[in-house]
């Protein structure tokens, strides 16, 4: 039973997230898919910057799981490639 609850919970990705990821590479950041906590964990080399992100589409919002982790763990959370792009441009700012 554990597998089908497992396959459910990782079903439903953001509709958002190909393009935010897409815009992460691009901007230098290596990207690896999470399930849990969040959607992705990212590094920027360049700035030394490791962070989270979680996806979200249109007013989508955080379930309760995330909504206690995100008190406590510094995620940004992005629902555009350009917002995703802003987060990586603070980090190279801090880098400077």
Known sequence: GSIMALRKHNAKRD???PFIVEALQR???????????VDL???HAPS???FLIECKTGK???NDFQANFVKRWP?????TAEQA???????RRKAA
């Open 27 to 37: 901007c230098g950041c290596d990207v690896y898919r999470l399930d849990r906590p």
């Open 48 to 50: 030394q910057a490791l």
């Open 15 to 17: 509709a958002s997230e």
């Open 41 to 43: 964990l990212c590094y």
């Open 60 to 62: 989508a919002k955080l």
């Open 75 to 79: 995620v940004h959370v992005v629902t």
């Open 85 to 91: 792009v802003a987060v990586v441009s603070g980090f």
